[in-house]
Every structure is written in C-alpha cells, then in structure tokens.
C-alpha cells in the first residue's frame, strides 16, 4: 500500500466550510488522519472492477500516539480577499491523557473528533462548529460536543452537549436565538442518539424530538437525522435518514422500511409535535 496524508476523511474533504459572506472570511475544519491505501482484486459478486480499493488501514504511531505531530483537528480562517490565514484555532483535543502526554501541560491538541469536526456555521459573531470540546474527561466526550468560537480571533468561547450526543451533525440558530443540532448516530447501549435537541443560547437542553439511542421511521422515532431548521412560525423540519438513500426498487424500499431505515423530511409542530412526514 501507500502512505497517504492527508487521507480522503482527513484534510478538508469531508467536513464542509462556512463563509462570512459581508467580511469575505472562509472557515474551513480539517483533520489530519495519514491512511494507507492499497488495491486488491474486486469480488465479481460485488463489482465489476477488476481492482477496488482496500482499507482504510488507519497506520499507527509511536506508543500508539497518532503518526504526526499535532495539532490533529483546527479551524482556519482564510481572507478571500488576500489569501491570508487570520487565524488558527485547534478544535477538539487529542489524546493529552496518554502516559506520554499527561503531565507535560500541552496547549490544546486538536482531533478526537474524526470526520464528525465540521458542519460550522457563521453568525454575526460567532463560528459554531460541532465536535470540538476541550478537556473533557474522555476522547468520546470530544465528539460529542458543540463549540463556539470567536470568528474575528479564533478563540473558544464555550463548548456544550458533553454527554448528551453521540455525534452532533446538523446545526441551526433559530430566530429566538436557541440552537438546533442532530445527533445523527446511536451509542452501542441503545441509550443516546438518533435524536434533534433544541438548546437555549447558554445551552441548556430545552426539548428533544425522537426516542434516546432507539432508530426508526414511525412517527415518534428518527433514524440518522442529518439536519434541522426552525420556519418563522415555530414549525421545526428534520430531514431524517442516510442509510436509507440511493434505493432503487420497491423491493429495497420495502426491506428498507422493514429495518426501520428512512429518508424523509418530518415537520413537527413549535412545541415538538409529529405533524407529517414526506
């Protein structure tokens, strides 16, 4: 195989950018997470491509510390004007509770979020950026968090969610000021995620659509919601699915809705009541 950093989940491949459109700013996430690539012969049963790609082989480091140096997950702030970096900020922290790295009082590391740091979203003042908590008290609690940071200097300003999601996806600030976020995957104890939950601006927990951990696609349930947004009336729309996409025939639908999986937007009323689904 190859060596190749960044990898396609590294990088700012697959986290999205944000942009302040009146200031000309760009907000870019990335990782930096090396994989090994290599070929191997593809399975006629599966494709018709003579050779497929193997892996991800994710190469480890020294004392299984990551390969390269930090930080392993930043924000940076680019002038489209200039093509200057205003800032760099670390998002998420690494592994600082590793035997090597405990007692040496690192500045914060970055990564601990994977290809789940990203989604930010601009504001007048703030950048909001999911998975990018600092020191918390486990690498999981990394992920699970929801950052705001100062978008003129790149500083952290609070980070919340810690324990309350699996992995925040889709983000919003509804007109009141309260924030929206998906949580679009489950833990493996079936007791977080698969939910939306509403925060108010200093973040406390204020309502959650969909039943902790359980995936569906009736009327009370979600399954992978990737994004939300709040309609001037209040009315709140989930656009709820992933492994329900790119279905082809009635008989995948069919198998598909049998397994619970899902790809419809769902309305819900101001106060979280079900109204309907497409």
């Known amino acids: 195989g190859r060596l190749v950093l960044p990898g396609y989940g590294g990088g700012a491949s697959w986290p999205g950018a944000g942009i302040d459109v009146e200031a000309g700013i760009l907000f870019i996430p990335s990782v930096t997470v ?10 006629p049963g599966g494709t018709n491509a003579r050779y497929i790609r193997l892996g991800p082989i ?42 090597a790295l405990k007692d040496l ?40 968090t929801i950052t705001a940071y100062d ?66 696609n009736g009327p009370d349930h979600l399954n992978q919601p990737n994004d939300v947004i709040v309609a001037p009336d209040g009315s709140i729309f989930v656009a709820d699915g992933h492994s329900g996409q790119n279905l082809t025939t009635d008989q995948q639908m069919d198998d598909a809705r049998a397994a619970g999986l899902t790809g419809r937007i769902v309305k819900y009323s101001p106060d979280g009541e079900y109204i309907m689904e497409w």
């Open 34 to 43: 090396p994989i090994v690539v290599a070929l191997g012969e593809g399975d």
């Open 58 to 99: 994710y190469p480890p480091g020294p004392r299984g510390l990551p390969l390269v140096k930090p930080p392993w997950g930043r924000i940076t702030a680019i002038d489209l004007n200039t093509g200057d970096h205003l800032w760099m900020s670390a998002h998420g922290d690494g592994p600082r509770n590793h035997p």
């Open 105 to 144: 009082n690192l500045p914060a590391l970055g990564g601990g979020n994977g290809m789940a740091g990203g989604g930010p979203l601009v504001t007048k003042t703030l950048l909001i950026v999911n998975s990018g908590g600092r020191d918390v008290a486990s690498m999981d609690e990394v992920a699970s």
């Open 151 to 216: 978008k003129d200097t790149g500083e952290l300003l609070a980070a919340f969610g810690a324990g309350v999601f699996v992995t925040p996806h889709g983000l919003h600030v509804a007109d009141d000021g309260n924030v929206w976020a998906t949580d679009f995957a489950g833990n493996a104890d079936g007791t977080k995620g698969h939910q939306v939950h509403k925060f108010s601006p200093t973040g406390e927990l204020l309502l959650s659509l969909g039943v902790a951990g359980q995936p569906g």
